[in-house]
Nanobody
Framework: QVQLVESGGRLVQAGGSLRLSCAAS????????MGWFRQAPGKERQFVAA????????YYADSVKGRFAISRNNAKNTLYLQMNSLKPEDTAVYYC?????????????????????WGQGPQVTVSS
């Protein structure tokens, strides 16, 4: 059974930093493109970032580019999202997700329907 378990969500002040982790089990982690999405109250789920299987390619939403960094450690079966210069509009539930489909350029990995497995989503709240 595939499990994605996130951690690291909490309340943080604007301008602060936070790192989310996502521990994967039940699959060969290095076989999946991984992504982060977020969903704010009353809004649709939004793409944040994606990373290729090997970790050598990344892709970001314009709204987080230059502030967030996605990375992975395949030896530890763990995905990360480093979030810097946080803004109140970054407040949302953050989900990690695994795409087990055919390998494709990471720039095509911004659609949530491509992802097969999802974590439970920790809350990140940024206060002004």
């Amino acid at each position: 059974q595939v499990q994605l378990v996130e951690s690291g969500g909490r309340l943080v002040q604007a301008g602060g930093s936070l790192r989310l982790s996502c521990a994967a089990s039940g699959r060969t982690f290095s076989s999946d493109t991984m992504g982060w999405f977020r969903q704010a109250p009353g809004k649709e789920r939004q793409f944040v970032a994606a990373i290729s299987r090997s970790g050598d390619s990344t892709y970001y939403a314009d709204s987080v580019k230059g502030r967030f960094a996605i990375s992975r450690n395949n030896a530890k079966n763990t995905l990360y999202l480093q979030m810097n210069s946080l803004k109140p509009e970054d407040t949302a539930v953050y989900y990690c997700a695994a795409d087990s489909g055919p390998q494709r350029p990471v720039t095509y990995s911004d659609t949530y329907s491509l992802y097969d497995y999802w974590g439970q989503g920790p809350q990140v709240t940024v206060s002004s």
